[in-house]
C-alpha cells in the first residue's frame, strides 16, 4: 500500500540502542508508505574541541571515530530496511544535531521526522538537553518521538 501522505522519512539516528526502536518504527512506516528513508547522522561539532593548538590530533582522531560511528549506524538502517524492502539513503551531517535534522527536513522536503529518545526526567534531562525535543520546537515538519528503553 502507498501512501500520499508520506513520501520521504528522516530517522535521526546515533547508533544507540534505544534509538533502535526508532529505527524500526521508520523502516515499517517506510514500508507501508512506499516512502524513501533517509538515515541521518550529525557529527556535533565544537563538542570535542579542548582548545589547545597541541590538541588538534586529538580532535581529528575524535572526529574520526565519530564518523566510523556514523557509518555503523546508519549502515544499521540501511540493512534494516534493505530486510523490508525500503530503499534507504545515508546522510552524514556535522554541526548542531537539532539544527542539523531541522534544517535537512526543510530543504529536502522530508514529510515525516522519526527520532528516539530515552525518555530522561528531570536532572539528567536538564543536564543532557534533548535533541529530540529541540527539534519538535523547531521543525515545521511532522516529528514522531519513539521512546526507546535506557540500558540498565
Not at 516512502?35 to 580532535?59: F, N, Q
Not at 543536564?127 to 519538535?136: C, F, P, T
Request: charged letters at 25%; a negative charge.
Amino acid at each position: 500500500m502507498n501512501s500520499n501522505i508520506y513520501r520521504k522519512i528522516m530517522v535521526a539516528t546515533d547508533g544507540s540502542e534505544p534509538v533502535k526502536k526508532a529505527v524500526d518504527t521508520a523502516v515499517e512506516i517506510a514500508r507501508l508508505s512506499g516512502a524513501k528513508l533517509y538515515a541521518v547522522y550529525v557529527v556535533a561539532s565544537g563538542g570535542y574541541t579542548v582548545g589547545h593548538p597541541r590538541d588538534i590530533g586529538w580532535e581529528r582522531a575524535m572526529k574520526e571515530h565519530l564518523s566510523a560511528e556514523g557509518k555503523e549506524a546508519t549502515a544499521y538502517v540501511e540493512n534494516v530496511g534493505n530486510a523490508a524492502a525500503v530503499e534507504v539513503e545515508s546522510i552524514f551531517l556535522e554541526g548542531s544535531p537539532a539544527n542539523e535534522i531541522v534544517d535537512f527536513a526543510e530543504k529536502n522536503d522530508i514529510d515525516l521526522i522519526v527520532m528516539g529518545t530515552l525518555g530522561r526526567t528531570g536532572l539528567q534531562k536538564i543536564l543532557l538537553g534533548s535533541v529530540a525535543q529541540n527539534v519538535v520546537r523547531h521543525s515545521r515538519k511532522a516529528v514522531l518521538v519513539v521512546k526507546g528503553v535506557e540500558a540498565e
